[in-house]
């Protein structure tokens, strides 16, 4: 049984198109697993080597370098992926603290999911929102000014 979906090959193979080899579309297509899966397993890197004419060791290596995915079903990423940036300005801004008491509140740990699968808390090197430091990334939006005291407002809005 197939991993990847008709759709999700289909979607893969129009990537070829705007890159310049088929090695290129690596990493797209493992955000196209990922994004439906919530994780990338094993088999769906030995699918995508196929469809894409490379190696799993190609592809596995491409996974690898980035910390960003996600390879153990029992740890898929939630529903909400919650950045909680770490740069220099959100750091002088307090993001120490909106990610301890994102934690509290949701009682796991850094770069886990909540037990109803809603939200995963990670910390993230910079995501570029420093003039509104402390910040977050909501899955891919950026959200500016997120400090501490408004930790259960955010959770409440994600939790919807």
Known sequence: MSVLSEDMKQRILSYLPRYPSKQAVTLPALHIVQD???????EAIREIADLLDLSPAEVHDTLTFYRFFRTDEKNKLGRTRLWVCQGLACQLRGCDATLARLCNTLKIKPGQTT????????AAECIGVCEGAPAVLIN?????NVAEEKVEQLIAELTQ
Do not use: M, Q
């Open 36 to 42: 439906e899966l919530r994780y990338v397993p094993l």
């Open 140 to 144: 891919d939006e950026a959200r500016p």
């Open 115 to 122: 037990a109803d699968g809603k939200i995963t808390v990670e």
